[in-house]
T-cell receptor, first 111, second 114 residues
Framework: GQNIDQPTEMTATEGAIVQINCTYQTSGFNGLFWYQQHAGEAPTFLSY????GLEEKGRFSSFLSRSKGYSYLLLKELQMKDSASYLCAVRPSGGSYIPTFGRGTSLIVHP | GAGVSQTPSNKVTEKGKYVELRCDPISGHTALYWYRQSLGQGPEFLIY????????DSGLPNDRFFAVRPEGSVSTLKIQRTERGDSAVYLC????????????FGPGTRLTVL
């Protein structure tokens, strides 16, 4: 089975930097996804990490440490439109390779 | 190009009724997934299709839930004898290959069972 843990809610100020953490315990690991989900909308893909290290994509970066079962999503130069839920999802190494989602972190960006 | 579409966007039904939820995946995507999402939770896996066959239905909560994908494209999630606890947003996603690619999600169907 898989256990994924994320903070329930975070707040930050426009223009600032925020780091959203995700820890996981899995029986096998084959990649970690981050998705963004605005209220009432579908999740949209942000990043995918399968090797240790930092992947940077514009204002968003994602980090993975497989030995620690840990990932974070870093959002820079926060904008009001970044207020959303951020979902961490882990793909197992066997079976159907179906990603399991965490409950998500609700990020509130205020002026 | 068109993304994943789902109909209806909202469905209100009475306890005990039967409902069907439809998903139209991105053209050419062979993998299709159904998830259920309750308020404040992440998507919960229900069933996955590779082509026409259900490759993994381990997430279906009980035998009231069933899904089909007869021609390997459109899928229908069917819920019999609905219960109030079935109320949630039902999300459909598709990907070019099983799990190895990002999943593209549809807007969801909000099901409310009164």
């Amino acid at each position: 089975g898989q256990n994924i843990d994320q903070p329930t809610e975070m707040t930050a100020t426009e223009g600032a930097i925020v780091q959203i953490n995700c820890t996981y315990q899995t029986s096998g690991f084959n990649g970690l996804f981050w998705y963004q989900q605005h209220a009432g909308e579908a999740p949209t893909f942000l990043s995918y990490n399968v090797l240790d290290g930092l992947e940077e994509k514009g204002r968003f970066s994602s980090f993975l440490s497989r030995s620690k079962g840990y990932s974070y999503l870093l959002l820079k130069e926060l904008q009001m439109k970044d207020s959303a839920s951020y979902l961490c999802a882990v793909r197992p190494s066997g079976g159907s390779y179906i990603p399991t989602f965490g409950r998500g972190t609700s990020l509130i960006v205020h002026p | 190009g068109a993304g994943v579409s789902q109909t209806p966007s909202n469905k209100v039904t009475e306890k005990g009724k039967y409902v069907e939820l439809r998903c139209d995946p991105i053209s050419g995507h062979t993998a299709l997934y159904w998830y259920r999402q309750s308020l404040g939770q992440g998507p919960e896996f229900l069933i996955y299709f590779q082509g026409t066959g259900a490759a993994d239905d381990s997430g279906l909560p009980n035998d009231r839930f069933f899904a089909v994908r007869p021609e390997g494209s459109v899928s229908t999630l069917k819920i019999q004898r609905t219960e109030r606890g079935d109320s949630a947003v039902y999300l459909c996603a598709s990907s070019a290959r099983t799990g190895f690619n990002e999943q593209f999600f549809g807007p969801g169907t909000r099901l409310t069972v009164l």
